[in-house]
Structure formats: structure tokens, C-alpha cells
């Protein structure tokens, strides 16, 4: 094969994450060559399998370092950028990670003429209160004014066998007494499954979808905060009180634990700032057709996966008996 008919390369940064790594695995099916982009690429070789010999490289990269950015973005045609953080931690700030890396990323690739597509998260705002949110909507609008043709994807909650959320609280349910229910578990949320958000973005570096938008993905239930954590239960075979913590008492237990160091921390305030407000699909995006629909995927059921990955949570896994809940 000579360099003229070489498959598109594409550049993914974070692909060794949550998300990434099935984003790597959707676009080694479909053909592409993939660089990873990732801070330490000596913990990414499980990702090689994924496709065939030569197909994945790994790379260094680091969103706080400018020029290890344009090093990878260097030759690409099309960008991914799957790089976010929970919670802020030393040098990885949610401005340095999230709105400054972003940027950076739509300008290298600009630079190399690449096309983007950006991994935001439903509740950007650059007016939010929240940190996490405001470095988000702020990267949208760099990244829109840098490279105005970027396909920018906002998923709600992402469910899938690594994910941070239900695994979380089951295995909270697996050592507390109770389960809290932050300012009454009213919060609603969309989850939807990593795979189809994986689906979603090799679809969007295929040009199967109309660029310069911004897509809201979400899943075929929008849940309570509260009936997320009944789910959890029931699928645990777990018998937990569900105790109302207020955003305030929230915040305050949020607080003292990211001064704890060396420990990631159950729950931040800006977190509990984030509860505060409903994680699902705009309507105005449900109306415009920028959603899941867009990109032809279904959404998976959450109850189609969720069991498959939290019965290791029971007390004798899948061998627990459901009428004899701990």
C-alpha cells in the first residue's frame, strides 16, 4: 500500500479513557489508522488488539503542553478529542484541561487542515456556575470560532462497563449503610450507552452527519437521580435506605473531601452545583433533530446492560439469590 491510498489517519485524544477506548474500537472496525494521544502511552497497549498490526499507534500527548499537541495532530485528517475530567486535581485544572486544551486542539488541527469532532457534555454553559460546565460551554465557543465546521457532541450521563456513575454507587451500596440522595434525588438525567456515543462520533469522522453542529446525545429514558439509585439496588440485589442529603450539607461534605489528598474524591461541590440542574436533551435539540436519531443509532435500554457489568456487586455475584437481597 503506497502513501496515496493510505486509509485516513485519525488522531484521538484521551482514547485510552472511558469513552476514547471504544471510540478507538469503532473506528479500527471501520477501517481508519489511529493515533492515540494519551499522557502515558506505557498503559495503553491493551488498546493494539483493537485492530490490526500497525493500525493503532500510541502516542504522548498532554492538553497542558502545546507543542506535544501539535505533535500529535501532526499529519491528521481528522481529530477527536475525548480528553475531560471530573474533578480538578494539582496542574489538571478544569481551565487548563477542558477549555485551554480544547482550544489548543482546534487549533492544531486547523493547522494541519483537519476536521474535529469535540466531546462536550449536556450543560456546557461559559455562564454557569459550575466550573466543570463553564469550562466546557467556554471550549465550545473556542472551538466553534477556531474551526466553525467542528461537530460538537454533548452526551448526557454515559453508562457502559467502566462507567463512573453506576459503578459508583453500587459500590457504595456494597459498603454503606444507606445511599444519598442529593437535594432528594430529583435531578433527571439521560444515560446513554458508551458504545452508541462510540457510534455517534465514528459516524461524525465518517461525515455521516452535518457539520458545524452541536448534537445533545441521550438515552431512551430520562431517570430521576433517585430512580437511578433504586436501579442500582434492584439490579445489586441490594436493600439500602435512600437518605436526603441538601445541596448544602452536599456541598460542605463535597468541600472537606477535595482537600483530602492522594484520594479521588466520592463527591466535589462543584458537583453538587451540577445536581442542581436537570442532565437531558434540550428541546430545542430534540426539535432540530440534533440528537441520536441524527446519527441513525437506536438508544440502548439501560436495563439491556446495566445488570451485565454491576452483578459483580452482589454478594455472590451472578450466583446471588434475588430473593435473599443483603
Request: charge should be positive; aromatic fraction near 8%.
Amino acid at each position: 500500500m503506497t502513501m496515496s491510498n493510505l486509509p485516513p489517519l485519525v488522531t484521538v485524544f484521551g482514547g485510552s479513557g472511558f469513552v476514547g477506548r471504544h471510540v478507538v474500537r469503532e473506528l479500527a472496525k471501520r477501517g481508519y489508522r489511529i493515533r492515540v494521544a494519551v499522557r502515558r502511552p506505557d498503559l495503553a497497549g491493551f488498546l493494539r488488539p483493537a485492530g490490526y498490526v500497525g493500525q493503532i499507534q500510541l502516542v504522548q500527548a498532554n492538553l497542558r503542553y502545546r507543542k506535544s499537541i501539535d505533535q500529535a495532530v501532526a499529519g491528521s485528517d481528522h481529530v477527536v478529542n475525548c480528553v475531560g475530567i471530573l474533578f480538578e486535581s494539582g496542574k489538571n485544572s478544569f481551565d487548563a484541561v477542558q477549555e485551554f486544551g480544547a482550544k489548543a486542539v482546534a487549533e492544531a488541527a486547523r493547522a494541519v487542515g483537519a476536521t474535529l469532532t469535540h466531546v462536550s457534555a449536556i450543560g456546557a454553559d461559559s455562564k454557569s456556575q459550575s466550573s466543570y460546565a463553564r469550562s466546557k460551554g467556554r471550549a465550545e465557543e473556542a472551538i466553534l470560532s477556531t474551526v466553525p465546521d467542528a461537530i460538537i457532541l454533548r452526551p448526557s450521563i454515559i453508562f457502559g462497563k467502566e462507567d463512573n456513575f453506576f459503578n459508583k454507587f453500587a459500590d457504595m451500596a456494597r459498603t454503606m449503610p444507606f445511599l444519598p440522595l442529593i437535594g432528594g434525588g430529583l435531578t433527571k438525567f439521560q444515560p446513554v450507552f458508551v458504545e452508541d456515543v462510540a457510534t455517534a462520533i465514528a459516524k461524525a469522522v465518517e461525515g455521516k452527519v452535518a457539520k458545524g453542529k452541536t448534537y445533545e446525545l441521550g438515552g431512551a429514558e430520562i431517570l430521576t437521580f433517585k430512580q437511578c439509585l433504586e436501579a442500582v439496588l434492584r439490579i445489586t440485589y441490594r436493600k439500602r435506605p435512600l437518605v436526603t442529603l441538601p445541596f448544602g450539607v452536599a456541598s460542605l461534605i463535597g468541600s472537606i473531601a477535595s482537600m483530602v489528598p492522594l484520594i479521588t474524591p466520592p463527591l466535589t461541590s462543584d458537583q453538587v452545583l451540577l445536581l442542581k440542574s436537570d442532565n437531558v436533551v434540550s428541546k430545542e435539540a430534540e426539535q432540530e433533530g440534533r440528537t441520536l436519531a441524527a446519527f441513525g443509532i437506536r438508544p440502548t435500554l439501560l436495563d439491556a446492560i446495566l445488570p451485565s457489568y454491576l452483578v459483580q456487586y452482589r454478594v455472590q455475584g451472578q450466583f446471588t439469590n434475588s430473593g435473599k437481597a443483603a
